[in-house]
């Protein structure tokens, strides 16, 4: 079965620190990688990886896949108290069994304290 | 303008009733979801639909049953409620069930059986 591992599973920072979250993920026929933020409510979309090695970029979040070694990680710097959320990963495969279905992990719950 | 909307927000009720979750995209996209996230935060798929039709049925207890009217609306039917179905339900909608499509997800549903 497919799975996904993020970690830390929480952790608690002060504004203006930099923060690196992990996501590890076994999938049969990977396809892509997405990072969500969830506060309160829905999760919202930041961003999807498909190709190794390509950092993608906004504003003060950034996240990188390694295919080779199955993670990628999602880059907070100088963190402001409107990060605190919590940061899921998810993972799809491109077989017919996977149709649009994403693999979510647990989350890593981010606090950020002025 | 909601993209993803779901109805209720919230509701309680005692165990052994049925009850029903609506959502509704306006996204045009062709494929709805519905995702349960217990208190752990695991966010984890339970149907699929793709332009009307189910695609995705994960083992769910067969007294949930989805139905898709048309396209633009998913909605979730509980039977016989037990305790261990509170939870936030989300819906959630992406373009296309294969390709390279992000989520956008409704604001959730959440459900508590008393």
């Known amino acids: 079965e497919d799975k996904v591992v993020q970690s830390p599973l929480s952790l608690v920072v002060h504004e203006g620190d930099t923060v690196t979250l992990n996501c590890s993920y076994e999938v049969t026929n990977f396809r892509s990688l997405l990072w969500y933020k969830q506060e309160k409510k829905a999760p919202t979309f930041l961003f999807m990886l498909?190709?190794?090695?390509i950092e993608k970029k906004s504003g003060r979040l950034s996240s990188i896949l390694d295919k080779k070694e199955l993670f990628s990680i999602l880059n907070i710097t100088a963190t402001q108290t409107g990060d605190s959320a919590v940061y899921l990963c998810?993972?799809?495969?491109?077989?017919?069994?996977?149709?649009?279905?994403?693999?979510f992990g647990a989350g890593t719950q981010v606090v950020v304290t002025p | 303008d909601t993209a993803v909307s779901q109805t209720p927000k919230y509701l309680v009720t005692q165990m052994g009733n049925d009850k029903s979750i609506k959502c509704e995209q306006n996204?045009?996209?062709?494929?709805m979801y519905w995702y349960k996230q217990d208190s752990k935060k695991f966010l984890k798929i339970m149907f699929s639909?793709?332009?009307?039709?189910?695609?995705i049925n994960e083992t769910v207890p067969n007294r949930f049953s989805p139905k898709s009217p048309d396209k633009a609306h998913l909605n979730l039917h509980i039977n016989s409620l037990e305790l261990g179905d509170s939870a936030v339900y989300f819906c959630?909608?992406?373009?296309?069930?294969?390709?390279?499509?992000?989520?956008?997800f409704g604001s959730g549903t959440r459900l508590t059986v008393v």
């Open positions: 959630a909608s992406s373009l296309k069930a294969t390709g390279d499509y992000g989520y956008t």
């Open positions: 498909t190709s190794s090695g």
């Open positions: 998810a993972v799809r495969g491109r077989t017919t069994d996977s149709w649009g279905k994403l693999q």
């Open positions: 639909y793709n332009n009307k039709e189910l695609i």
């Open positions: 996204l045009g996209h062709d494929t």
